[in-house]
Structures are given as structure tokens and as C-alpha cells.
Nanobody, 121 residues
């Protein structure tokens, strides 16, 4: 089993910054991809940013140049999302997702509990 603990959401004015964190713990051989998704009211959940174990990254077009995803492996097993120049349309619940390699040599997905990000205009 894998536990994910998210933190860092909150209320910020447009143009401000927030940093989200998601720490993974539990029983697994390694963490492969780590990512952040978001879901705004009435909309589908979308991928915001993703980072591979080799630290290759990709972003949804709307956040390129404003958001940065990073990760720390080994004991901390944490993924971060630095969000700058926030806009009201970034308002959503943000979820982290990790893909872990288990002792069964399988790849399993786990989701965080979600953290609210609200950007006021």
C-alpha cells in the first residue's frame, strides 16, 4: 500500500504563487512517473504536469512558463509543483498521482486526497 500526503494549497490573488507538495510512503520498489492533475467545478480532471523517474517533464499548454514540476527521490519521495503567475482559471482541486513499481513487478497508480487552489481576481 502507498500513502500520498498533499500540502500547499490555499487562496491567493491573481499573479501570486503557491507551491504544492506530495510525499509518498509505503511499500514499493520504486516510484516511476509522478504528476499533478486538477479538476475545476463542472470540468473533467486534466493533467497539469508530469515528471518521469529520469526527470523528463511535460506540461499542459496553459501552464507552460508559469508552473514547474520537480521531484526528490530516495527517502523523501516527494513531487512538487511550483505555481507562479497564477490566474483565476487555475482555480481547481489539485491531485497528485504516482506510478509505483511493486514487489510483484507491477505498475500501480495512486492518487492523493486533493488540495484546493483558489485564485482570486
Amino acid at each position: 500500500q502507498v500513502q500520498l500526503v498533499e500540502s500547499g494549497g490555499g487562496l491567493v490573488q491573481a499573479g501570486g504563487s503557491l507551491r504544492l507538495s506530495c510525499a509518498a510512503s509505503g511499500r514499493f520498489l520504486s516510484i516511476q512517473d509522478m504528476g499533478w492533475y486538477r479538476q475545476a467545478p463542472g470540468k473533467q480532471r486534466e493533467l497539469v504536469a508530469q515528471i518521469t523517474r529520469g526527470e523528463s517533464t511535460n506540461y499542459v499548454e496553459s501552464v507552460k512558463g508559469r508552473f514547474t514540476i520537480s521531484r526528490v527521490n530516495n527517502a523523501k519521495n516527494t513531487v512538487y509543483l511550483q505555481m507562479n503567475s497564477l490566474k483565476p482559471e487555475d482555480t481547481a482541486v489539485y491531485y497528485c498521482k504516482v506510478v509505483v513499481l511493486t514487489s510483484r513487478a507491477a505498475l500501480d497508480d495512486y492518487w492523493g486526497q486533493g488540495t484546493q487552489v483558489t485564485v482570486s481576481s
